[in-house]
């Protein structure tokens, strides 16, 4: 083994009995400090999560409400027929619905 090897290994083993609490013989565990590992990044990650689930609920309500970008007698053609840009964004979902209804009435879609 080279020399960086066993420095890493020896990194390894020195890390794996920091997070360990020993007990000396004779001595009970609840005396000592409590020994339970607590996983904070898991703890962490899950907060954030939550946070992250609210605040797309809370946009996902805000979207139902808006006005469809698409107006409702708007065809393929007006629609995808140039290369120019949209004055605004379309929103997928809506976007996708609008195709559907096109293919269906075409046929292409079952």
């Known amino acids: 083994m080279d020399n960086s090897a066993v420095q890493s290994q020896g990194s390894i083993s020195s890390i794996s009995t920091s997070n360990q609490i020993l007990v000396p013989h004779g001595a009970t565990a609840g005396a000592s400090v409590s020994s339970e590992f607590v996983n904070h990044g898991l703890l962490l990650w899950n907060q954030t999560r ?7 609920r809370s946009d996902s309500r805000a979207q139902q409400i808006q006005e469809p970008k698409i107006n409702w007698n708007a065809t393929y053609d007006s629609l995808l027929g140039s290369n120019k840009l949209f004055r605004q964004p379309i929103p997928l979902p809506e976007m996708v619905d609008f195709l559907v209804d096109i293919w269906e009435q075409e046929g292409l879609y079952d």
Do not use: L, S
Not at 50 to 56: C, E, L, P, S, V
């Open 50 to 56: 939550q946070n992250w689930i609210r605040n797309k």
